[in-house]
């Protein structure tokens, strides 16, 4: 069973700070998806990341992935309080019968502090 | 706009009545998905749907819940009997799926349901 975990689940962060939020998954997967969502709202897609090393961009965020050690991570170049909200990965399961549905982790719940 | 809707947004409902939802995804889209997503958690799959036939369901998906997709176009998730349990955000979400291609879902604005 395809599990996902991300690491921290809580961030507090100051304006103008770097930081990186870790995705680890267990069984083989190369596709990788990160979201984020603001408090009783959707799901915003941020990044698709199809292979292996890929590497994707946009604005202060930027998203990898290394299918042989099963990581994704976000990183954060000088945060800004626009940032807040909870992010998440989520994982193609591509075992189950081609359905590909996503397993998603618990989320990280970022908070840019001024 | 043409993205993924669900109606209704929000949707108050006494323990033990039946409530149904609907997802219109977008229009070229042949695959559609709906997820469940409770307070503090990430969404968890709960079935999914290619044209109009639902080819997995999740154990998360017990007898009370039913979903449909007649036409291969919209979708309804019913929930019979309702639970306090079922309070969750209930997401759809569509993709397009040809070939051996990967395309990446997008999800509507979700369903939050409070069972009282």
């Known amino acids: 069973e395809l599990k996902v975990e991300q690491n921290p689940l809580f961030l507090s962060m100051q304006e103008g700070k770097n930081y990186t939020i870790y995705c680890n998954y267990s069984t083989t997967s190369d596709r990788l998806y990160w979201y984020r969502q603001d408090p009783g709202k959707s799901l915003e897609s941020l990044f698709v990341?199809?292979?292996?090393?890929a590497v994707k961009q946009e604005g202060r965020l930027m998203a990898s992935l290394d299918t042989k050690a099963r990581l994704s991570t976000l990183h954060i170049t000088a945060a800004v309080h626009d940032l807040s909200a909870t992010y998440f990965c989520?994982?193609?399961?591509?075992?189950?019968?081609?359905?590909?549905?996503?397993?998603f982790g618990k989320g990280t719940k970022l908070t840019v502090n001024p | 706009d043409t993205g993924v809707s669900q109606d209704p947004r929000h949707k108050i409902t006494k323990r033990g009545q039946n409530v149904t939802f609907r997802c219109d995804p977008i229009s070229e889209h042949n695959r559609l998905y709906w997820y469940r997503q409770t307070l503090g958690q990430g969404p968890e799959f709960l079935t999914y749907f290619q044209n109009e036939a639902q080819l997995e369901k999740s154990r998360l998906l017990s007898d009370r819940f039913s979903a449909e997709r007649p036409k291969g176009s919209f979708s309804t998730l019913e929930i019979q009997r309702t639970e306090q349990g079922d309070s969750a955000m209930y997401l759809c979400?569509?993709?397009?799926?040809?070939?051996?291609?990967?395309?990446?879902?997008?999800f509507g604005p979700g369903t939050r349901l409070t069972v009282t």
């Open positions: 990341l199809l292979s292996n090393g």
């Open positions: 989520a994982v193609d399961d591509i075992t189950q019968g081609g359905s590909e549905k996503l397993v």
């Open positions: 979400a569509s993709s397009l799926k040809r070939g051996t291609g990967s395309y990446e879902q997008y």
